[in-house]
């Protein structure tokens, strides 16, 4: 499990960027619960296709106040207990063998210090987690409609 530590060292990182993202961007489109992740269902971060899920859900898994939408704060929580799930040797770094449907490309863009495993830092800044490709209107808020049009532009990829 990712120490306190890490966790506060990677928010204060993120939260100095415009806005930030983890590896898995596609998590939004076919997000289930982060046990599911890891166990593999949600393959489609790194590559593999899988069916997107309904924006309700994908609402349900990451809104903790209850509002109907995702601020940053639930976003960057939500991909951290992935991250979690993820690093099944609880070294704090997640190494390809440990991502399910993993796609070469995106780790090795994602492993900035090229050292072939992801930091949390990594993991949460990952082009493909990316909050502002979601967060369409920039209110720092993702909506489900933002979610659909998301879900939409990267079927187009």
């Given at each position: 499990m990712i120490h306190d530590f890490e966790v506060t060292r990677a928010k204060a990182r993120v939260s100095g960027m415009h806005a930030f993202m983890a590896i898995?961007?596609?998590?939004?489109s076919v997000a289930g619960s982060a046990q599911s992740f890891a166990q593999g269902e949600k393959g489609a971060a790194w590559g593999a296709t899988i069916k997107?899920?309904?924006?309700?859900?994908?609402i349900k898994m990451f809104d903790s106040n209850g509002?109907?939408?995702?601020?940053?704060?639930?976003?960057?929580?939500?991909?951290?207990r992935v991250f979690s799930d993820l690093d099944r040797n609880r070294d704090d770094y997640l190494t390809p063998n440990e991502i399910p449907g993993l796609d070469a490309q995106?780790?090795?863009?994602a492993d900035k210090d090229k050292d072939k495993k992801l930091s949390p830092y990594e993991f949460v800044t990952a082009d493909s987690l990316k909050f502002e490709a979601i967060d369409l209107n920039g209110d720092g808020r993702?909506?489900?409609?933002?979610?659909?049009?998301?879900?939409?532009?990267l079927q187009g990829r």
């Open positions: 898995l961007v596609y998590l939004l997107p899920r309904e924006p309700a859900a994908i509002d109907g939408q995702i601020d940053q704060t639930e976003y960057l929580l939500q991909i951290v995106k780790f090795a863009k993702i909506t489900a409609t933002e979610i659909v049009e998301h879900q939409k532009s």
